[in-house]
DNA sequence: TCGGTTGTGGGTAACGTTTTACACTGAACG
DNA sequence: CGTTCAGTGTAAAACGTTACCCACAACCGA
């Protein structure tokens, strides 16, 4: 407790004053091995009275920060936080403190912040739904332990922890078909790169669209656009042109029904009356009173919480075999998807 | 371009490769005074050959990470991300790097992450609408150079960016007003503490409202809860409840007016036919379609950009003068709000 | 008594960067 | 022909922490 300004405390006073060495205090700070009660109870105390704090960009020049990056894609996605929550959870009583990157839209931005992080000794990265391409990702995780959230693909240099997409997807053109719809449209984000086409969430639940529907023998209707509450208006008067138009809409994520909601409001179309509309995440505004939009759940928390919790483990033993964790979805039913209308 | 693992490419190897001493390439990397072109481009062209980047955690034990820590009070808040817009693209062509702290809704979290951000060498805080009080704050800002945004009051060791919540609550009290409302209650964030009283956002707001409502000669009506989507669902049952209830309802953020129209919704009263609601923050969901929400906006992207150019300023001198900003709210007229019903 | 072990503690060399101080050149100046 | 001076470069000492290695004492069993 330093009252003001002056210089920091360090390791060296603290030894002082407990008059042992420097050695002994930062073996009492990682209790290592090799130190005695007495010694320990002096260390402790002279500490205490110091109010010393080890300075983490030493410890870094030495290897560990005792510092977790985490690489959001975009913070405005209310699901985020919901996993977040589940990493700072797991990692309340350790060590480690959490950082964010600052939300990053693109590659390049991603590239930028993970070398950021990575320059600044971070000791792992927890990498949400990254857009970097496959060969760019298992480079990083050779140079630091990393664990990969929500994207699909399996690797043997980072641990991935991601949600049954397929299954979710499932979820919702089943309640539909359910409810009497025949005629169920997507809105998805539309995808290029390759790897991406087969590894990010949004084109497994694609993917999951079309084998659901193809079960059920229901024909497909897919709109590319992307991931915004834009796309989603763009996609719904898309869908509001055609001569034959769909009953059910399935949004790939719950901001885009957003999206679809404003233009079938715009429209003067009621919601589940003329047209269902579901969603994907169970974001937070999902469930909001006005809106109450039936979604996907993806148990944000517990991703989280196993993202962390690989990554220490990773942390430990950079050697140990990669882990795949698969969480499963569940739906919420809400006020934005009804019966067929007549 | 190191492919694989390996160890890191330090200044010593380029030095090296670039035959110079550390010291030429330590200055050509800041562009320090004495180095002649030559050995400029010596340098320059060793560095890109192997790919180096300097090693922030090393940096720090010198003085400088390059790094900034915001600090966020609530990452569900979508009026954040705005802030942190501004503060991202005034950045962007510094040689800085923004990280934030996960969010913490503690008084004890805050102080755990802010001292985190110190322990890892930050070279200033961003701190948004913090919790701590005055004096520790004090005490911050004599420890690291430090901009508060969002809370009002001044201090010689700290920049402050405010918006004017006085100003932001008479917009809204007197659109309502002028729509013919006699009865406006005002939900706020319960505030005890005294130098919180009279410094943070939510406190000013109510604060405003008084002040306007007693300028129409109008009777003040306060709930107090928090700022929260509970918050105003509570805080609308409490109003609901009332033997003579009001007929608009100001809520001291959109996350509350979320509340009060869930509860709203729920007792079956429409709006704004049977009552109007207003929020405040302009976030992005009070945008959408099916919400629609009247609300002020607070410009966020300037918030931010304005703290970080005095962040910056900060850096650069310490011993200068604090700046004080005040930026002014502007009102945005949605469909949650209309003519007293009859 | 001897060698070996175990329990304590400290000395010291890193880690990668910046910074201070200084050495060496020529050239310009009187 | 000394003296100053600007320009260009380097050596070496920090910064705070950890980890390796060694020293010492006490105890054990043979």
Redo the contacts between chains.
């Keep these: 407790m330093d009252?003001?300004?002056g210089r920091r405390v360090t390791i060296v006073d603290v030894a002082r004053h407990a008059k042992v060495s420097t050695t002994a205090v930062s073996k009492v700070l990682r209790n290592a091995y090799g130190t005695s009660p007495s010694m320990r109870a002096k260390v402790q105390q002279a500490i205490e009275e110091l109010g010393y704090?080890?300075?983490?960009?030493?410890r870094?020049?030495r290897g560990k920060?005792y510092?977790i990056?985490?690489l959001l894609p975009d913070?405005?996605n209310?699901f985020f936080?919901d996993i977040?929550d589940g990493?700072?959870d797991t990692l309340r009583d350790t060590d480690y403190?959490?950082?964010?990157?600052?939300?990053c839209d693109s590659e390049k931005d991603e590239a930028t912040?993970t070398?950021?992080m990575i320059?600044?000794?971070m000791d792992g990265l927890i990498l949400i739904a990254p857009l970097l391409p496959r060969p760019l990702l298992e480079?990083l995780a050779?140079?630091v332990p990393a664990v990969v959230v929500g994207r699909h693909g399996h690797s043997d240099h980072y641990d991935t922890v991601t949600d049954d997409d397929i299954t979710g997807a499932a979820l919702i053109v089943n309640h539909l078909a359910d409810l009497g719809h025949r005629h169920i449209a997507h809105i998805e984000h539309r995808e290029t790169d390759p790897t991406r086409l087969s590894e990010m969430p949004n084109a497994v639940r694609a993917e999951g669209y079309r084998q659901a529907m193809r079960t059920r023998g229901l024909e497909i209707d897919l709109v590319s656009t992307t991931y915004t509450?834009e796309g989603g208006y763009l996609g719904a008067q898309q869908l509001l042109a055609r001569p034959h138009r769909p009953t059910a809409v399935f949004a790939g994520a719950d901001i885009v029904a957003?999206?679809v909601?404003?233009?079938?409001?715009?429209a003067g179309l009621s919601v589940p009356g003329d047209m269902s509309v579901a969603g994907y995440d169970n974001t937070?505004?999902a469930a909001?009173?006005?809106?109450s939009l039936t979604s996907v759940d993806q148990a944000g928390h517990e991703i989280g919480g196993n993202a962390a919790r690989l990554l220490l483990a990773r942390i430990a033993d950079r050697k140990r075999p990669s882990t795949q964790v698969k969480l499963s979805p569940t739906l919420v039913v809400r006020r934005t998807t009804g019966p067929l209308p007549l």
């Design positions: 009252s003001g300004t704090r080890p300075y983490a960009a030493a870094g020049l920060t510092t990056g985490v913070i405005r209310p936080p977040l990493i700072k403190q959490v950082l964010l990157g600052p939300s912040i070398n950021a320059d600044r000794g480079r050779k140079t509450q957003m999206g909601l404003t233009a079938l409001t715009e937070t505004f909001l009173g006005p809106i």
